[in-house]
């Protein structure tokens, strides 16, 4: 978690792509710990963080709603030390969490869009496996991880390989079923004040 805690203040950090690529192993116990089940149906949720005076996707995100809840963050820059993390997997995403993500992207200069589909069982696992198998990501392939993700599980391989965020976020909400939600907050878009707002909602 200390990659996550600690990037140095940068408008690329912020909209979510922080430095990645290093190797983070939370220990089996604090994963065991922070295992969540969610009560809802299986689903996969990509986050897609948009530069709002540009227009252009930031950053890439996959909430997977498994047989436990966990969020493919690749070389994202969230993070707490209540939330362990292997390799850009975040465990423990409890609607409290998840809240604070969001909340964390979304600031005046950048808007969340949730994008949410319902999916089978079988499908959230497989995504679920290959998102613990996919390793560190390097700065700047969130996306490209994401969609090579995606396009390994059945009813997704039409979506194809890309690097951008939006073109990701087109060809996802096109999937039928999709429900997409978008969250604007005014905040500041300080880094450190982003991080101090995560604090206040989790703690420490």
Same mark, same amino acid.
């Given at each position: 978690?200390?990659?996550?805690?600690?990037?140095? /203040?940068?408008?690329?950090?912020?909209? &979510?792509?922080? !430095?990645?690529? %290093?190797?983070?192993?939370?220990? %089996? /116990?604090?994963?065991?710990?922070?295992?969540?089940?969610?009560?809802?149906?299986?689903?996969? !949720?990509?986050?897609?963080?948009? #530069?709002? &005076?540009?227009?252009?996707?930031?950053?890439?995100?996959?909430?997977?709603?498994?047989?436990?809840?966990?969020? +493919?963050?690749?070389?994202?820059?969230?993070?707490?030390?209540?939330?362990?993390?292997? #390799?850009?997997?975040? +465990?423990?995403?409890?609607?409290?969490?998840?809240?604070?993500?969001?909340?964390?992207?979304?600031?005046?200069?950048?808007?969340?869009?949730?994008?949410?589909?319902?999916?089978? &069982?079988?499908? /959230?696992?497989?995504?679920?496996?290959?998102?613990?198998?996919?390793?560190?990501?390097?700065?700047? +392939?969130? !996306?490209?991880?994401?969609?090579?993700?995606?396009?390994?599980?059945?009813?997704?391989?039409?979506?194809?390989?890309?690097?951008?965020?939006?073109?990701?976020?087109?060809?996802? &909400?096109?999937?039928?079923?999709?429900?997409?939600? %978008?969250? #604007?907050? #005014?905040?500041?878009?300080?880094?450190?004040?982003?991080?101090?707002?995560?604090?206040?909602?989790?703690?420490?």
């Amino acid at each position: 978690m200390q990659r996550r805690a600690f990037l140095m /203040a940068a408008p690329l950090a912020l909209a &979510g792509c922080g !430095t990645g690529g %290093e190797t983070v192993w939370a220990p %089996e /116990a604090a994963i065991a710990d922070a295992r969540y089940v969610h009560a809802g149906p299986p689903a996969l !949720t990509l986050y897609t963080v948009n #530069n709002l &005076g540009t227009g252009n996707g930031a950053h890439s995100a996959l909430l997977i709603n498994a047989s436990q809840r966990v969020l +493919f963050d690749p070389a994202g820059s969230y993070g707490h030390p209540s939330i362990p993390e292997r #390799n850009d997997v975040l +465990f423990g995403m409890t609607p409290q969490v998840v809240k604070s993500y969001v909340s964390y992207h979304s600031r005046a200069s950048y808007v969340t869009v949730e994008q949410r589909l319902e999916v089978p &069982g079988s499908i /959230a696992e497989a995504a679920l496996e290959l998102a613990l198998s996919a390793g560190p990501v390097r700065q700047a +392939f969130c !996306t490209r991880a994401i969609s090579q993700l995606l396009g390994q599980l059945p009813g997704f391989e039409t979506l194809g390989t890309t690097w951008f965020p939006d073109k990701l976020m087109a060809r996802f &909400g096109a999937l039928p079923g999709v429900v997409t939600t %978008e969250h #604007n907050e #005014n905040d500041s878009d300080s880094l450190r004040d982003a991080r101090r707002a995560v604090a206040r909602q989790l703690g420490g």
